[in-house]
């Protein structure tokens, strides 16, 4: 009896982990870049972030699947990060009033290119 107890109360709180489990996405959309030569038109670049609120995982999504990146969380929004296997790092922040900023740092041909895009994010 005491064995079945034990797997109810087990189960109870594995199930109630879950009820509180939630993925986030974050969809995004800019508009506007800038780069050496100044502020432009983007042809709507898009970005797409789902993040774990249990595990604190958080992912990109992109066209050849899903990659890991990092994450910052505070209490005015929240900073993604990613690795790339050139040494640079891209950022992307979005503010609790859901706007957003991608930061890539591109190590391309032994250049540096950096960029920066001004948009919007919507949580789903």
Same mark, same amino acid.
């Given at each position: ?9 087990? #189960?109870? =709180?594995?199930?109630? $982990? ?5 993925? +986030? /996405? ?26 774990? #609120?249990? =595990?604190?995982?958080? $992912? ?5 699947? +899903? /990659? ?39 190590? +391309? ?16």
């Amino acid at each position: 009896m005491k064995y079945k107890i034990q797997q109810l109360l087990l #189960t109870l =709180t594995v199930m109630s $982990f879950g009820a509180n489990a939630e993925v +986030l /996405s974050h969809y995004c959309s800019y508009p506007n870049y800038s780069n050496e030569e100044g502020l432009s038109k983007s042809n709507e670049f898009n970005l797409e972030f789902r993040y774990d #609120t249990v =595990t604190e995982d958080a $992912f990109m999504v992109g066209n050849n699947g +899903l /990659s890991e990146v990092g994450v910052i969380k505070g209490s005015k929004g929240m900073t993604f990060l990613e690795f790339l296997s050139t040494g640079a790092v891209q950022t992307t922040t979005i503010a609790n009033n859901n706007k957003s900023v991608h930061s890539r740092h591109t190590l +391309l041909w032994g250049d540096l290119i950096p960029s920066q895009y001004y948009g919007k994010c919507k949580k789903h």
